[in-house]
């Protein structure tokens, strides 16, 4: 059952395509729109009382101010609270300032930007440190830096459904490809023996998604896929989570208007969490509160997937 005791002011007019929780504290949450609103949420339960309402603390919008498309993704800079990065179909990524909520550097781009994401681990005075990959309907993935405002490097991608794993460092070529089949070119036609999916990959580079419905767990150091069978829920575009600090760790999946958990390293269908009436397209895990955050946003309690996550491994156990 849902988390009847918190809930979150109700301001998207529209769907919600991205999430992120605010890193070091988990204070706050960021929220992208299908129309072009940014929302700032306030986590905290100020009230003391057993029963309230994330508060918004400010929003980004509406359409045609700033941003004119809708929001793809939502990332706050991890080393500074003060600044967080919005990318939309209007062909830019932005980066803004909390206390203005006004674009501090935008960046333009030939065509929509499907997604960015920055080190949340880069270490200071590093190259990480500033620097955003950004995708978009190019194949290439662009590397921009914060704090010269500059693209400083290409990685060449391509249109033939594979993963390749980059070090950024390098000017050279991907490091390697992530291999659906593991090298057997018995079970592949020639032509695509190191694709990773039969369809166009999107996700991330251990555990993946793609338009052949598959979501798929690889070996980050080789390359190698550990033929972890989730089944057939993935679809492109939905933007998974997954749990920290639980034993074992938990994949959660939008499929459709539920969310699918899957055991990370089993593959098992552990439950589908209900709560939506339109379709889920992505969902947050708060590691302090031990919740899960879903569109439109809804809160999961914990002790009740805990009771779920204990039977299951009882079960496991008996079997």
Not at 244 to 270: M, N, Q, T
Request: aromatic share 10%; with cysteine; hydrophobic share 35%.
């Amino acid at each position: 059952s849902l988390n009847h005791n918190r809930d979150v002011d109700h301001i998207h007019g529209n769907g919600i395509n991205t999430l992120q929780i605010w890193p070091g504290l988990h204070s706050g949450i960021l929220s992208g729109g299908s129309n072009g609103v940014i929302m700032i949420y306030d986590l905290e339960n100020n009230s003391k009382k057993p029963q309230y309402t994330c508060k918004a603390i400010c929003t980004v919008g509406p359409v045609g101010i700033y941003i004119k498309f809708s929001i793809e993704t939502v990332q706050w800079y991890p080393h500074d609270t003060g600044l967080f990065v919005s990318s939309s179909f209007d062909k830019t990524m932005k980066v803004w300032d909390t206390e203005t909520l006004k674009p501090a550097e935008e960046f333009q781009f030939d065509g929509n930007v499907y997604c960015h994401h920055m080190s949340h681990i880069a270490r200071k005075h590093t190259l990480l440190f500033s620097v955003l990959a950004v995708g978009t309907k190019d194949p290439k993935v662009q590397l921009c830096d914060l704090k010269s405002g500059w693209r400083i490097h290409i990685l060449q991608g391509d249109t033939d459904s594979r993963n390749r794993v980059w070090d950024v460092k390098r000017a050279s070529g991907s490091l390697f490809t992530l291999d659906q089949h593991n090298g057997d070119k018995s079970k592949a036609s020639s032509e695509a023996v190191n694709t990773p999916h039969n369809g166009r990959v999107n996700g991330l580079l251990l555990l993946t998604t793609g338009t052949d419905d598959r979501m798929r767990l690889w070996n980050s150091a080789t390359g190698e896929n550990t033929l972890v069978n989730y089944g057939n829920e993935s679809r492109k575009g939905l933007k998974f989570t997954i749990s920290r600090g639980c034993s074992p760790e938990f994949v959660f999946v939008p499929c459709g208007s539920s969310v699918a958990v899957y055991g990370l390293h089993s593959g098992d269908l552990i439950t589908m969490l209900r709560g939506h009436y339109n379709n889920e397209d992505c969902c947050e895990f708060h590691p302090d509160y031990q919740v899960i955050f879903l569109v439109l946003i809804i809160f999961w309690d914990y002790c009740v997937l805990r009771n779920i996550f204990e039977n299951f491994l009882g079960l496991k156990k008996n079997n």
